[in-house]
């Protein structure tokens, strides 16, 4: 264990209830668990000091400490303002070993409502080692990509020598990293390229961070490899899809409680966010509309029984509304205007620009109220009134606890061993973005067999001839799409 003597959390004295919920949840991640073990002796993250950008969850803190349990150090925040569970954090910073009093975890930066300012604060903080000789971390572990992006921002800016001007078209966000960058410009004015030199690759969680990897990879401005963990098959094809068929409805029900059964709910996106959505908001009964712009998303949409409709078309009648595109401006205010009385409206993708909420804000007239934290009615001058979960960010984090903890063994155990294969093989890995090699993702799915009761079928050496793969596998080609 380190000695943290700096960190920032809610409230140490959560640690105990964190601990035993980590220890609850030990038990529903076996793929961590037999990692601890299989690399117990060997320690092959010794020497890596890793930065984690990712929801401060419990499921993230055995995430953590299984980093640590082979070999690395560990710096935290979390990706998202409303996204951490302080019980988390606290058990976190005290670690097994340590007490309130006396907290002998991991460095966290991370608290449930921080403000945008203070998110980046936090961002900072994770990636700023004061004891390395680079100042960073050598390793980053990134969900959605904003430590990554602070870094390449950050040596953007000090090649050219200053930090651009914020004008009225930034957001207010980006306006917050400006001032960070500037302020580190001119403090350290070589930090970011020091820092950034040193490090050896990034592992990235989700559909929009991979996104932004594969962009920076085209413009050819990519420092370090990476590895797409979304596109792992155990990863995008289990937590996108089951893991928020889990949280989704979690999200809507402890946020308002209403009865889904019989409701309309519009589903926009039907990628494997959207699929999970669907399914779990049709399990309780609701009648699901998706919206989609790919042809083969809708037709399978259409297949697997649901209409598919256009929002403009649905937008008055339905009464739930779900947005998990990854894209921006698909519910905007005009469409807010023109929905029922106590419609619900969330965001389950990444980011909050999938809804318009600067554009809600400035109807004249509307009044935003708290009904409770994360949860706000907004009320037409008409008297209509909608329900916004979370302020338009991911509402399976911000209004209930994010998926659970067995679906996040299947991703964090891909995290683990990308993190392993990055820092150990980095011969192997020339700058670029790359998925997980396939006998890794099927042995994270061979980790949780047992626990599940699973008898798998051993395949007999002819039949493996005939089929051409090895009795052990891969059994699929990498083009397979499960
Ligand atoms: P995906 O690419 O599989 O699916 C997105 C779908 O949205 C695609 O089928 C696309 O055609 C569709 N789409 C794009 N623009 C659209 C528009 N204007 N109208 C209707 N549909 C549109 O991506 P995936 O993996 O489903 O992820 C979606 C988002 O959810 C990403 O931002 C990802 O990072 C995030 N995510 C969130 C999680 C959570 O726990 N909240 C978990 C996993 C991913």
């Given at each position: 264990?380190?000695?943290?003597?700096?960190?920032?959390?809610?409230?140490?004295?959560?640690?105990?209830?964190?601990?035993?919920?980590?220890?609850?949840a030990?038990?529903?991640?076996?793929?961590?668990?037999s990692?601890?073990?299989?690399?117990?002796?060997?320690?092959?993250?010794?020497?890596?000091?890793?930065?984690?950008?990712?929801?401060?969850?419990?499921?993230?803190?055995v995430?953590?400490?299984?980093?640590?349990?082979?070999?690395?150090?560990?710096?935290?925040?979390?990706?998202?303002?409303?996204?951490?569970?302080?019980?988390?954090a606290?058990?976190?910073?005290?670690?097994?070993?340590?007490?309130?009093?006396?907290?002998?975890?991991?460095?966290?930066?991370?608290?449930?409502?921080e403000?945008?300012?203070?998110?980046?604060?936090?961002t900072?903080?994770?990636l700023?080692?004061?004891?390395?000789?680079?100042?960073?971390?050598?390793?980053?572990?990134?969900?959605?990509?904003?430590?990554?992006?602070?870094?390449?921002?950050?040596?953007?800016?000090?090649?050219?020598?200053?930090?651009?001007?914020?004008?009225?078209?930034?957001?207010?966000?980006?306006?917050?990293?400006?001032?960070?960058?500037?302020?580190?410009?001119?403090?350290?004015?070589?930090?970011?390229?020091?820092?950034?030199?040193e490090?050896?690759g990034?592992?990235?969680?989700?559909?929009?961070?991979?996104?932004?990897?594969?962009?920076?990879?085209?413009?050819?401005?990519?420092?370090?490899?990476?590895?797409?963990?979304n596109?792992?098959?155990?990863?995008?094809?289990?937590?996108?899809?089951?893991?928020?068929?889990?949280?989704?409805?979690?999200?809507?029900?402890?946020?308002?409680?209403?009865?889904?059964?019989?409701?309309?709910?519009?589903?926009?996106?039907?990628?494997?966010?959207?699929?999970?959505?669907?399914?779990?908001?049709?399990?309780?009964?609701?009648?699901?509309?998706?919206?989609?712009?790919?042809?083969?998303?809708?037709?399978?949409?259409?297949?697997?029984?649901?209409?598919?409709?256009?929002?403009?078309?649905?937008?008055?009648?339905?009464?739930?509304?779900?947005?998990?595109?990854?894209?921006?401006?698909?519910?905007?205010?005009?469409?807010?205007?023109?929905?029922?009385?106590?419609?619900?409206?969330?965001?389950?993708g990444?980011?909050?620009?999938?809804?318009?909420?600067?554009?809600?804000?400035?109807?004249?007239?509307?009044?935003?109220?708290?009904?409770?934290p994360?949860?706000?009615?907004?009320?037409?001058?008409?008297?209509?009134?909608?329900?916004?979960?979370?302020?338009?960010?991911?509402?399976?984090?911000?209004?209930?606890?994010?998926?659970?903890?067995?679906?996040?063994?299947?991703?964090?155990?891909?995290?683990?061993?990308?993190?392993?294969?990055?820092?150990?093989?980095?011969?192997?890995?020339?700058?670029?973005?790359?998925?997980?090699?396939?006998?890794?993702?099927?042995?994270?799915?061979?980790?949780?067999?047992?626990?599940?009761?699973?008898?798998?079928?051993?395949?007999?050496?002819?039949?493996?001839?005939?089929?051409?793969?090895?009795?052990?596998?891969?059994?699929?080609?990498?083009?397979?799409?499960?």
């Amino acid at each position: 264990t380190t000695t943290a003597t700096d960190f920032k959390v809610a409230d140490l004295s959560l640690a105990a209830f964190g601990r035993k919920e980590i220890t609850l949840a030990e038990h529903e991640m076996p793929g961590l668990m037999s990692l601890r073990k299989e690399y117990a002796d060997a320690q092959p993250l010794a020497g890596a000091r890793i930065t984690g950008s990712l929801h401060m969850t419990v499921q993230t803190a055995v995430l953590i400490e299984t980093l640590v349990a082979l070999g690395a150090r560990v710096r935290w925040a979390s990706c998202n303002i409303f996204s951490t569970q302080d019980h988390a954090a606290a058990a976190i910073a005290v670690g097994p070993e340590g007490t309130p009093d006396n907290p002998q975890g991991v460095p966290v930066f991370a608290w449930k409502g921080e403000t945008l300012e203070e998110y980046w604060w936090c961002t900072e903080q994770a990636l700023t080692w004061p004891d390395a000789a680079t100042g960073g971390p050598n390793m980053i572990l990134d969900d959605g990509g904003d430590a990554t992006l602070l870094v390449h921002k950050g040596v953007e800016f000090e090649k050219a020598g200053a930090v651009p001007a914020t004008t009225d078209e930034d957001s207010e966000e980006y306006g917050y990293i400006l001032a960070l960058l500037r302020r580190t410009l001119s403090a350290t004015p070589q930090k970011w390229t020091q820092l950034a030199s040193e490090i050896r690759g990034v592992t990235e969680e989700t559909t929009t961070g991979v996104h932004r990897l594969y962009e920076m990879q085209q413009e050819g401005t990519l420092l370090f490899p990476a590895i797409n963990v979304n596109d792992a098959v155990t990863k995008s094809k289990f937590d996108n899809k089951y893991g928020c068929r889990h949280s989704l409805i979690d999200g809507i029900n402890r946020a308002t409680d209403v009865l889904i059964g019989g409701k309309v709910a519009v589903v926009c996106g039907y990628g494997d966010v959207g699929k999970g959505c669907a399914e779990s908001l049709r399990g309780q009964g609701a009648r699901v509309i998706i919206t989609e712009i790919d042809p083969i998303c809708a037709l399978q949409a259409a297949m697997d029984g649901y209409q598919v409709a256009t929002l403009d078309d649905v937008v008055e009648t339905a009464d739930i509304f779900v947005t998990t595109t990854g894209n921006r401006d698909i519910i905007m205010a005009s469409d807010m205007q023109r929905m029922k009385h106590q419609a619900i409206v969330g965001n389950i993708g990444h980011f909050d620009n999938e809804i318009d909420m600067a554009g809600l804000a400035k109807i004249p007239g509307i009044v935003k109220e708290e009904v409770k934290p994360q949860v706000h009615t907004w009320t037409f001058p008409d008297g209509k009134a909608l329900i916004v979960l979370s302020e338009g960010r991911l509402l399976n984090l911000g209004n209930a606890t994010g998926h659970p903890s067995f679906v996040m063994s299947n991703s964090f155990t891909d995290q683990t061993l990308a993190q392993i294969e990055l820092f150990t093989k980095p011969e192997e890995y020339p700058i670029g973005v790359y998925v997980l090699p396939k006998h890794l993702d099927e042995k994270v799915a061979r980790l949780h067999l047992d626990a599940l009761g699973v008898k798998l079928t051993t395949l007999r050496p002819e039949q493996a001839a005939y089929i051409g793969v090895k009795v052990e596998g891969p059994y699929k080609p990498d083009h397979y799409r499960y």
